[in-house]
């Protein structure tokens, strides 16, 4: 009808018919909504990430990114602990390659993250994730007595001036590791927990991400759920999602109207 075709309804009151109808307007469209009052940064994903449910041997754990694992030693095995799958590294020259180059020429803002299980500190130098050919280069350390009280450190530059919490024993651990080449400054959280940033100017590596010992001696006795590589600085709320498994690929941070 002609009433139809200009947008309005008919509708008929109870017991009436015919065209004795009442005339009813559509309703009216919401108003729009303001623009919000923040702007969310842009965020990529990982550069690098591998997690145990890839894990075939240790010849075989190809990266969820694509990367191509380079090469292997020791004896690398899955486990489990309270209920989560895990990669061993708890022996001597126990590592795995990947062909990613981590030095800070290749990316000068980097930041390191793992989700690992520690069931002893074994000796008194256990490094678990970097890249490392001498002169203390981006690698995260579960425990090395010459860097702190604690033990924990983003490297070993800085020496006895980390202030980074202890990894936790027979138990999960969550450590996010930060690297800024162009300031000269790192930091790392153990479980949440921020240490103070520190001055770092870190040396080349080897150009190839290394889970497990660097070297002979600095063997942990850990257990790695995931690891990942990422080319940005993690918010607060990037780290406490990581922190608490919320997110693998952490999101945006949350909105501030104020």
Request: hydrophobic fraction near 35%; aromatic fraction near 10%; glycine fraction near 8%.
């Amino acid at each position: 009808s002609i009433l139809q075709r200009m947008n309005f309804n008919c509708t008929c009151k109870a017991g009436w018919v015919g065209e004795d109808c009442a005339l009813v307007a559509p309703p009216a469209p919401p108003p729009p909504l303001p623009p919000p009052p923040y702007v969310l940064p842009k965020i990529g994903a990982a550069i690098f990430r591998i997690d145990a449910s890839s894990f075939t041997s240790k010849a075989t754990w190809p990266s969820i990114t694509g990367q191509n694992m380079l090469t292997s030693n020791g004896q690398i095995q899955i486990a489990e602990y309270e209920g989560r799958e895990c990669v061993e590294f708890n022996a001597d020259l126990d590592y795995i390659e990947w062909d990613v180059n981590i030095g800070p020429n290749a990316m000068p803002i980097l930041t390191l993250a793992v989700d690992v299980y520690v069931s002893s500190i074994p000796n008194n130098r256990g490094w678990l994730f970097g890249d490392e050919n001498g002169g203390c280069d981006r690698y995260i350390l579960l425990h090395d007595d010459r860097v702190g009280t604690n033990q924990t450190g983003a490297s070993c530059k800085s020496m006895n001036q980390w202030d980074s919490p202890p990894v936790k024993v027979k138990a999960w651990n969550t450590i996010v590791a930060f690297y800024n080449e162009t300031a000269k400054t790192s930091y790392i959280y153990i479980n949440g927990v921020k240490s103070t940033m520190r001055s770092a100017n870190h040396d080349e590596g080897n150009g190839k991400l290394r889970l497990g010992s660097p070297w002979g001696g600095h063997t942990t006795d850990a257990c790695v759920a995931k690891a990942l590589v990422y080319d940005f600085e993690f918010t607060s709320e990037q780290v406490f999602a990581f922190a608490s498994f919320a997110s693998d690929f952490p999101p945006n941070p949350i909105p501030n109207a104020n």
